[in-house]
């Protein structure tokens, strides 16, 4: 990878990581802790699942994510990515290592990679439920509808209680498309941003992390 290409990637992560707090935080019912104060019964380390990850660039922006929504910036957290590309997943899995133990701030984070079909999540029994953040980046929804359909199926049903579904999307419509289908699963929209700093790409339309949406699972 190119150094241009290498920074425009963490410029990336830095605006992703920047949308994600303004959206958590202009969400009124947000997971305890997301608004600064401590999570009751604080300790248990967040848990996190990003689906169709890729080789899961974003693996350390969602845990810090995650951490803040526990309340305590140095919670630990558990991440579990999964894509059905074994090689982003082997890439994951080499560049971030299985665990870090806490420093500068941060708590301990374990992370966990799996080469698997998001469509069948719930054949992975190993990978439990109760997840506190599920993450779709540039859901591809476009794509095969029926597949995405069945996914954000599984990632609202992987959600624990007060959990949120967060999705990020290339493309307007292909937004648009997700919104609706996640509500119709049973999501309810918390809040949608467009991103003000999206990296526009060679293809009409496109750029990166164009937008950010959360849910909660409708009562
Ligand atoms: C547009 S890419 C996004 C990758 C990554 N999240 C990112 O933002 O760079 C869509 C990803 O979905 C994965 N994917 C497609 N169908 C899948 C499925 N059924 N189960 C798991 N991953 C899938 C692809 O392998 C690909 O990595």
Not at 111 to 121: I, P, Q, R, S, W
Not at 143 to 159: P, Q, V
């Amino acid at each position: 990878m190119s150094g241009a290409i290498r920074k425009a990637n963490e410029e990336d992560l830095e605006r992703l990581a920047r949308l994600l707090r303004k959206v958590a935080g202009a969400d009124p019912g947000s997971p305890p802790g997301a608004r600064g104060e401590p999570a009751a019964g604080s300790g248990a380390a967040a848990r996190v699942l990003d689906l169709a990850c890729g080789d899961c660039r974003e693996a350390e922006v969602l845990a810090d994510f995650a951490a803040e929504l526990s309340g305590t910036p140095s919670a630990e957290v558990s991440l579990t990515g999964i894509d059905v590309r074994a090689r982003e997943i082997a890439d994951a899995a080499r560049r971030l290592g299985r665990v870090r133990e806490a420093s500068e701030g941060r708590g301990r984070r374990e992370f966990e990679f799996l080469t698997g079909d998001a469509t069948k999540l719930p054949g992975l029994s190993q990978l439990g439920g109760d997840f506190d953040l599920v993450f779709l980046r540039h859901q591809n929804y476009w794509n095969g509808a029926r597949d995405w359909e069945e996914i954000f199926d599984h990632a609202l049903a992987k959600l624990a209680p007060g959990g949120r579904l967060a999705i990020t999307s290339y493309f307007d419509k292909e937004h648009a498309l997700a919104l609706e289908v996640i509500g119709r699963l049973g999501g309810e929209l918390v809040r949608s941003e467009f991103n003000p700093e999206t990296r526009r790409l060679g293809t009409p339309g496109k750029s990166i992390d164009r937008h950010v949406a959360v849910f909660r699972r409708k009562p």
